[in-house]
């Protein structure tokens, strides 16, 4: 929590310049092609597209066709997308539909309209 | 494993899957339903994880039934090291492919819901831990868990749902472990979904000591005992102990055994105890209960059987050096492998355990007779009508297997129908009853029958002597003066003997004055005959001096005719 404050404060004071040192590295955990899958890549992708223009690295895994992954980053509902950097470990489960929970659980930044 | 001949006695109208704890499978006929959830419900630390565990370990190393063990609560090596102590080894397990341990780790605070979601993630690695190793049997420890990760109620309920559906359409046989709540059985009321097999595992203390109890709720679609039946956990996993068996049914022997007391076999009978008999000693302190017992332990042990003596109140050594005073020697019995003695406080744990002891050791051992010596004393950690049932499950445990057994109980009564021991009179195929005995200043102990069923056996009282050469029974002396023993009997026995030497010592002195008058007599009567023959000669002389003189007589008579007639002619010729 430490470290997300301080990010914070910086980004406050050279926003550019520092934003572009953050980088954000994302899994989406789907099952498949149902329609919560299909809303949440549409709208993680729609966000990332918003606010973290090149500063994100998203893989979608289909449990599908690689199960074994599963266990690896504890997921249990689907859609799941977990934050893997920056630390700490974050994962928002559901659709996405509410941006500003995702974008407060990610804990990115919006850049304003 | 345990026997499993109560499983074909009861019709097996369902699959099952055996769980392979011993105990559990006799009473529901042969396990968890086959291809459906299991609940298994119970407070925390009333053992529903290991129940679980070994669920899975006993399918995969004896029914050849891979598992999945997907635990909500514990890491995997938490969980291997929690049941290393119990002798499951889930590293090699694991290793061989036989089981998967998979730990969902949920963390409410990294995790935001937003949004509809579904749990498919959860059977995706179940499906995946399931099809890896072929398992077809799953444990979920405690799914519960999940309503503590997760806001969405409505979402996790419907998902659960769909999830047992899942497993029943999976085939596989799965466990699933909720907490106890309250009122409920457990906290988010799992048994709705759950509906096939309940199991609640309760954990009781009362006096201090703790006991585990296990009851079968429900269970659809098959018999069932009804019961709480106890059961524990020891190095060796869980064993439920039925209460008692479901039938009464058990090998009856003809054969008798001695008690290593001739006297007493003699009282019997005869020949001693049938086989497999239940044998009750009671009697008040000191009366020399434990050396019957242990005489019975030394006949059996010389037969080449094995036996194995469970004391409760003395060390083996002690028991040892004891009846070595009245000549029995158990060590050679204990070298050569065939006596056995057990000793524990009674309040080392409960009951359950202690018959729980008693099950393994003679399972293992295998002998011909069991000695417990005292019941009594159990009764420091149980009620009476606890030691009852745990009697009760002993003798039908024993008798199934065709072993002797004998108690012994303290009685603190010594009126007679009031010693009713437990309760465990009715029990038992033979009570002797060794009693204190006082009387003209000094205590003996006395013995007698009170039942012995099946044979005609003997209604005296005997009395009962220990010596430096064993035990033995003598007759009590019915004299004038009522029943007498101890010394006043071989008071009785001497003044019987001395009298019976003066009687032989009168007997030949009358002997000598007979055969002196008999002598006196015969010189009597030869005496008389000497005189009978002289008066017969006397007489014979006079009838021979008769007939002489007569014939002298004839003679002269005959001369003087003779001579008259020759001098008349003299006479004549003078003339």
Redesign the interface.
Known sequence: MVKESKVKKVTKGKKTAKMEEDFWELRL?V?GN?P?SV??INNLKKYCAEHLVDKYKLEVID??VK??L??GD???????LVRKVPV???????????EE??L??LNIRPVKK | MPSKSNKTALKASLPKTPTGISGLDEITGGGLPKGRPSLICGEAGSGKTLFSIEFIVRGATEFGEPGVIMTFEEKAEELEMNVTSLGFDLKKLQKESKIRIDHVHIDRTEIEETGEYDLDGLFIRLGYAIDSIGAKRVVLDTIENLFAGLNNLGILRAELRRLFGWLKEKGVTAIITGEKGEGSLTRQGLEEYVSDCVILLDHRVANKISTRLLRIIKYRGSLHGTNEYPFLIDEDGISVLPVTSLQLQGIVSTQKVSSGIPALDNMLGGKGFYRGSSILVSGTAGTGKTSLAAFFANATCLRKERCIYFAFEEPPLQIVRNLQSIGVNLNTHIESGLLQIHSARPTLNGLEMHLAAIHKKVKAFKPRTVILDPITNLVTVGTVSEVKSFLIRLIDFLQGENITVLFTALSLNTVVNEQTDEGVSSLVDVWLQVRDIESNGERNRGMYIMKSRGMKHSNQVREFIITDKGLDLVDVYLGQEGVLIGSAREAQLLSETTGAALRTHALTQKDKEIQRKRMVLEAKISSLQEEFDSVQDQLNKVYVEEDLKKEIMEQNRKQLTQLRTSHNSDHGKRK
């Open positions: 955990y099952a149902t919560k809303a949440a449990l599908l199960p074994q599963a266990a504890q997921i249990l509902a689907i859609p799941t700490p470990i974050r994962k928002i489960i559901g659709d996405l539909s509410n929970k995702v407060v659980g």
